[in-house]
């Protein structure tokens, strides 16, 4: 049973453009929604997160927005860089079970 | 600040053998989990353990066991390991997760059972 659901899969940018990448949960439970990039060889890393009293958090080009009622969270990445070019993971997060659930990704390829 | 370590980095078993993973967490983190990256897919919760016990566990069967250490370092243990059981087997460190949700990566142990 898939609680986390990721779209699209993969993604192509130019660079400069804008990424987005949508997710969306269905456990009331989660109440901690973070993003992590993944570079081949590596583990994921946190990229940015959001607590769900929130309906947007910005840090530098990474931006997401958070709908509690439609159950959906997105991240858009603005001015896309090569060197951004990675998979990107939307998790969410029952702090009091201690457990995250991970989409499945999106990898994301930005041109040169 | 020394980030979270895991090893062996590749290992190549083969079914039915047993195989145990070691992390060790981050400084000042006190809770470690294990999740299992099959290819193309996200990493999948497997435990996750606080204060040398399991706090949680995610779909998996009783022969993958684990164990923290009073220094927090963990292991992953895994019996009769099984063609499916082939995946990255990630270690996250933390803080309790109630206080925060952050899950900081190690690179995992890339796990090929023939």
């Given amino acids: 049973q898939q609680q986390v659901k990721q779209s699209p899969q993969s993604l192509i ?12 949960y269905e456990n009331t439970a989660f109440d901690y929604f973070p ?3 993944q570079f081949p060889g590596k583990g994921p890393a946190l990229l940015i997160a959001i607590r769900p009293d929130v309906s947007e958090k910005k840090e530098g080009r990474f931006t997401i927005s958070f709908n509690k ?3 959906q969270f997105s991240l858009h990445i603005m001015d ?10 939307c998790a969410a997060t029952d702090t009091n079970a201690g457990k995250s659930t991970f989409g499945d990704g999106t990898t994301l390829t930005v041109k040169p | 600040e020394t980030g979270v370590t895991q090893s062996p980095t590749h290992l190549i078993k083969t079914r039915g ?10 400084s000042g983190h006190n809770t470690v989990s294990w999740y299992q990256q099959a290819l193309g897919q996200g990493p999948q919760f497997i435990f996750q353990y606080y204060r040398e016990e399991e706090n949680g566990r995610g779909n998996f069967p009783p022969r993958f066991s684990g164990l923290q250490f009073p220094n927090y370092s963990s292991e992953l243990n895994v019996n009769a390991l099984e063609l499916d059981d082939s995946a990255l087997y990630l270690c996250a460190s933390s803080l309790w997760t109630a206080v925060t949700g952050e899950l900081f990566f190690g690179e995992g142990s890339r796990l090929t059972v023939l």
């Fill in chain 2, 17 to 26: 053998q047993q195989v145990t993973l070691r992390c060790s967490s981050q």
């Fill in chain 1, 69 to 71: 009622s439609a159950k």
């Fill in chain 1, 80 to 89: 896309s860089q090569p060197g951004d070019s990675a998979t990107y993971f």
């Fill in chain 1, 35 to 37: 993003w992590y990039q």
């Fill in chain 1, 13 to 24: 940018v130019q660079k400069g453009g804008i990424s987005i990448i949508n997710c969306a």
